[in-house]
């Protein structure tokens, strides 16, 4: 399994209201299948409360802009102050930027995150929970903070399809390998 972003817990909590989404930009290289996405939360009084797992397609600016996939609704332990939080969300992402995160029921539920120049990060406050709408042109894109969002892809196997020419220079380099093999067996 490869993890795609920040999956460190952080210092800080950042404050919000019922129905926010907090989301991490990150940048993937190579298309993946995407089977979970991460996120480091703390719940103030609302460990009751339920979490929504996310990820977002990136638009110009940068800003995060439609849902690519989610999570079901899940509730986190009981009493916790502070989780890493997993919930399944299936989507296979072609090199780019996308947007990972949460939609949290509760206005105490916190999104963790550190001060760090050069991460975008957005929030969107006062949505409806279980609503996860077009975020173009809404809501507040940090740039120098950076959210503990990640998601787990499956392993890349990369296979080169495209045969090799023998040219002579690398023939010879092949019939020099095989004498010293046969060399060091005699």
């Known amino acids: 399994m490869i993890i795609i972003g920040n999956s460190s817990n952080c210092a800080n909590g950042l404050s919000s209201s019922a129905g926010?989404?907090?989301?991490?930009?990150?940048?993937?290289?190579?298309?993946?299948?995407?089977?979970?996405?991460?996120?480091?939360?703390?719940?103030?009084?609302?460990?009751?409360?339920?979490?929504i797992m996310c990820?977002?397609?990136?638009?110009?600016g940068p800003h995060p802009t439609t849902l690519i996939?989610?999570?079901?609704?899940?509730?986190?332990?009981?009493?916790?102050t502070v989780a890493q939080f997993s919930a399944p969300v299936s989507a296979t992402l072609t090199p780019g930027f996308y947007w990972f995160g949460a939609q949290l029921e509760h206005d105490s539920s916190n999104g963790r995150y550190e001060?760090?120049?050069?991460?975008?990060?957005?929030?969107?406050?006062?949505?409806?929970?279980?609503?996860?709408p077009d975020l173009?042109?809404?809501?507040?894109?940090?740039?120098?903070?950076?959210?503990?969002?990640?998601?787990?892809?499956?392993?890349?196997?990369?296979?080169?399809?495209?045969?090799?020419?023998?040219t002579p220079k690398n023939a010879i380099s092949i019939q020099s390998t095989v004498k010293t093999i046969k060399a060091r067996r005699i």
């Open 20 to 51: 926010v989404i907090f989301l991490q930009r990150v940048e993937i290289l190579t298309t993946v299948d995407i089977v979970s996405v991460e996120g480091w939360l703390s719940a103030g009084d609302a460990d009751w409360a339920e979490r």
């Open 55 to 60: 990820i977002y397609a990136d638009g110009s």
């Open 69 to 80: 996939a989610r999570s079901a609704k899940f509730f986190g332990p009981p009493d916790f």
């Open 115 to 132: 001060e760090s120049a050069g991460y975008f990060s957005y929030r969107m406050d006062g949505g409806s929970f279980d609503t996860l």
């Open 136 to 166: 173009t042109g809404i809501g507040i894109v940090y740039t120098d903070n950076r959210l503990a969002f990640s998601a787990t892809a499956n392993d890349i196997v990369v296979v080169n399809t495209t045969p090799r020419a023998l």
